[in-house]
């Protein structure tokens, strides 16, 4: 339908607000929810000496911990050719700052949604691609989305923080991030009917959105293609029940979604977030293993892990009376990978589960994966872990074995690998 020139006016004004509310909303959730030490100004001016203030951006942010370094933000729906006069004023600000040089980037921010539109998408993939290349001069740092900058604007702000801290900050509000998202009646509307929603509804977190409700084939196949099987409601959680042991499992979050033919489904979620190529995925007493992995107490292999955990390495175990053990887990450990996959990063089998349907995790997500290999389900994330790291780890399993900081002797750790 073709659309009067009036009519696509209001829907471009209409979406350009749209997304600046969406990125004033994310912005004013880091200082109020992540309080992170940064002051958030709208509509930013700067001019030359004595001289009108004729230079905007939309935002600027600054660091309050970095000699208040500043963030401008221009954002857009689409990149066009106004994006020359978004450079003109890029330049001139870096101009006039350049005796303070409290200027530290300068981006153009689009909603993370453009991803659904191929057209949108590829200019502004371009674009950023022609600031970074060497044989255009721009003074803009990159095109970015709400949800990438919501990302640059986090890394900075923890550079400082210990990483025990760091681990704990980012990994609460990954999780919080996810339930927000999985309730957020926009990315319903715009999964429901993309086309008609597009220009109203804004949101952040929509390509991971999308990605999860096709891998959980929450999608119709008919002879003219796939389409979305309409969602009517989402209800998410964080606040998962501790084990047995009072220590935490391995869902971090868990949604039950609804669709408009009355079908439902549960789904629950792991969740990492790191940039490190492998990661803690377990820890405990080798006990849990050993009864997760169904062997008898005398059983060699059994006893194997139980040395291992006693002397903490594979050289540990050579030097001891049990160095025969070594043997018994290079030949024997190898056929229960999948077990120990499932066990390790899903929680399957644990012991110390009291509440199967929620505390042992079907889904894996990792926040800082691209969007096509951020999500997995449980049988197709074990394949693909076992295909791609079975020759990486140790004793013929696809993870590097070792013990929790102080704790030789007493538990014993599973890394495993992320890149």
Not at 189 to 215: I, Q
Not at 251 to 259: E, G, H, L, Q
Not at 372 to 380: G, I, N, P, S
Not at 394 to 413: C, E, I, N
Request: with cysteine.
């Amino acid at each position: 339908m073709l659309l009067s020139a009036g009519e696509y006016q209001r829907r471009n004004n209409v979406s350009g607000a749209k997304t600046n509310e969406t990125v004033d909303a994310m912005l004013q959730e880091l200082v109020s929810n992540m309080q992170l030490n940064i002051t958030v100004k709208k509509s930013y001016a700067d001019g030359y000496p004595q001289m009108e203030k004729q230079f905007k951006m939309d935002y600027c942010v600054e660091f309050r911990d970095f000699h208040n370094a500043k963030w401008l933000l221009k954002v857009t729906n689409s990149i066009r050719d106004r994006i020359y006069g978004t450079e003109f004023f890029a330049q001139n600000l870096r101009i006039i700052d350049a005796g303070a040089n409290t200027i530290e980037n300068i981006f153009v921010v689009v909603p993370d949604s453009i991803v659904a539109n191929p057209t949108e998408y590829a200019n502004a993939k371009r674009y950023s691609d022609k600031i970074k290349g060497s044989a255009y001069k721009s003074y803009l740092t990159d095109v970015v989305t709400i949800g990438e900058l919501r990302e640059l604007i986090v890394k900075k702000c923890m550079a400082n923080t210990s990483q025990g801290l760091r681990a704990n900050i980012l990994g609460k509000d990954a999780e919080d991030g996810v339930v927000q998202m999985l309730e957020d009646e926009s990315n319903w509307h715009l999964w429901n009917d993309y086309e008609a929603c597009k220009h109203e509804a804004k949101s952040s977190s929509y390509p991971l959105f999308r990605r999860m409700m096709v891998a959980i084939g929450a999608i119709h196949c008919t002879k003219s293609g796939i389409s979305p099987n309409p969602i009517k409601s989402i209800n998410a959680t964080s606040a998962i029940p501790k084990l047995q042991s009072g220590g935490y499992p391995k869902t971090d979050v868990s949604f039950d979604v609804t669709f408009a033919d009355g079908t439902t489904q549960t789904r629950n979620i792991t969740i990492k977030k790191t940039e490190k190529s492998s990661v803690s995925v377990h820890e405990g007493d080798v006990a849990d293993l050993i009864s997760a992995l169904g062997l008898p107490q005398e059983s060699p292999l059994a006893l194997a892990l139980c040395a291992f955990q006693k002397y903490g390495s594979r050289k540990g175990i050579e030097e001891s009376f049990e160095a025969h053990c070594v043997g018994v887990l290079d030949s024997e450990l190898s056929k229960y990978n999948a077990a120990i996959v499932e066990f390790a990063i899903f929680g399957v089998n644990s012991p110390r589960i009291t509440q199967e349907h929620i505390q042992i995790a079907d889904c894996v997500l990792f926040v800082n994966n691209s969007v096509d290999k951020c999500f997995w389900l449980r049988e197709e994330y074990v394949q693909h872990y076992l295909a791609t790291y079975a020759t990486r780890g140790q004793f013929g399993t696809p993870f590097q074995w070792t013990y929790p900081s102080k704790k030789r002797g007493k538990s014993f750790q599973l890394k495993g690998f992320t890149s």
